[in-house]
T-cell receptor
Framework: AQSVSQHNHHVILSEAASLELGCNYS??????LFWYVQYPGQHLQLLLKYFSGDPLVKGIKGFEAEFIKSKFSFNLRKPSVQWSDTAEYFCAVNALGTYKYIFGTGTRLKVLA | DTAVSQTPKYLVTQMGNDKSIKCEQN?????MYWYKQDSKKFLKIMFSYNNKELIINETVPNRFSPKSPDKAHLNLHINSLELGDSAVYFC????????????FGQGTRLTVV
C-alpha cells in the first residue's frame, strides 16, 4: 500500500530565506506526485505535479520540486520565501493506474516578515 | 463557474443529528472523493466513487454513507453525529486513473456541539 510522510511538521523562516520541505513516499511501483498548498481557511490548490520526464518540476509562485526515485523523495523548494507563503503544504502520491490519492501529514510553514 | 462545489460551507449541529453534505463537479470527471481534515490538518481519504460505483471505502464508521446519484455528484450522509466528527470535509474530483491531479472543493466545516 502506498503511503506518504512529511518529516517537517512546522517550519518557521524569515522572509528571503530558502525553503526545502521533505516528502517521502512508500510504494514499489510508478507513482504520480503532487504538492498542494492550503492557505488559512481555504481549500487545497495545486502547486506542482510530477508524472514522468524531467525529475525537476517547476510550479506556480516560484516553487519547484525534485523527484529522486532512488530515495523515494519529492522535496519542495523555493529559493526565497515571502510572508504570503505562510500556509500548510501537503505532498500527495497516486500509484499509477490506481484511484488512491494519498496525502502526507502536511507541513505548516510560517514566514516572518 | 466553480469546478468543484460543496454545500453547505459551514454546518453546526447537535450530537445525534443526521446531516448531509453535497458535492458537485462540472469538470466532466469520472472519479470523486471525500476527505476528512481534522484539527491537526491531517487529510484522510474516506471514500471514492468512479462513475457512480464505490471503489474506495477506507476504515470509516458506517454512520458515514456516501451516495453518488450520477458521476457529477457525490454526497455524504452522516448519521448520529458525534463530537469527533467535527472536521473540515473536502470533496475532490479527478478524471479517473489517468495522469492528472485532483481538484478540490472549498470544504465544509462541520462542527458538532
Amino acid at each position: 500500500a502506498q503511503s506518504v510522510s512529511q518529516h517537517n511538521h512546522h517550519v518557521i523562516l524569515s522572509e528571503a530565506a530558502s525553503l526545502e520541505l521533505g516528502c517521502n513516499y512508500s510504494y514499489g511501483g510508478t507513482v504520480n506526485l503532487f504538492w498542494y498548498v492550503q492557505y488559512p481557511g481555504q481549500h487545497l490548490q495545486l502547486l506542482l505535479k510530477y508524472f514522468s520526464g524531467d525529475p525537476l518540476v517547476k510550479g506556480i509562485k516560484g516553487f519547484e520540486a525534485e523527484f529522486i526515485k532512488s530515495k523515494f523523495s519529492f522535496n519542495l523548494r523555493k529559493p526565497s520565501v515571502q510572508w504570503s507563503d505562510t500556509a500548510e503544504y501537503f505532498c500527495a502520491v497516486n500509484a499509477l493506474g490506481t484511484y488512491k490519492y494519498i496525502f502526507g501529514t502536511g507541513t505548516r510553514l510560517k514566514v516572518l516578515a | 463557474d466553480t469546478a468543484v462545489s460543496q454545500t453547505p460551507k459551514y454546518l453546526v449541529t447537535q450530537m445525534g443529528n443526521d446531516k448531509s453534505i453535497k458535492c458537485e463537479q462540472n469538470l466532466g470527471h469520472d472519479t470523486m472523493y471525500w476527505y476528512k481534515q481534522d484539527s491537526k490538518k491531517f487529510l484522510k481519504i474516506m471514500f471514492s466513487y468512479n462513475n457512480k460505483e464505490l471503489i474506495i471505502n477506507e476504515t470509516v464508521p458506517n454512520r458515514f454513507s456516501p451516495k453518488s446519484p450520477d458521476k457529477a455528484h457525490l454526497n455524504l450522509h452522516i448519521n448520529s453525529l458525534e463530537l469527533g466528527d467535527s472536521a473540515v470535509y473536502f470533496c475532490a474530483s479527478r478524471p479517473g486513473r489517468s495522469d492528472t491531479e485532483a481538484f478540490f472543493g472549498q470544504g465544509t466545516r462541520l462542527t458538532v456541539v
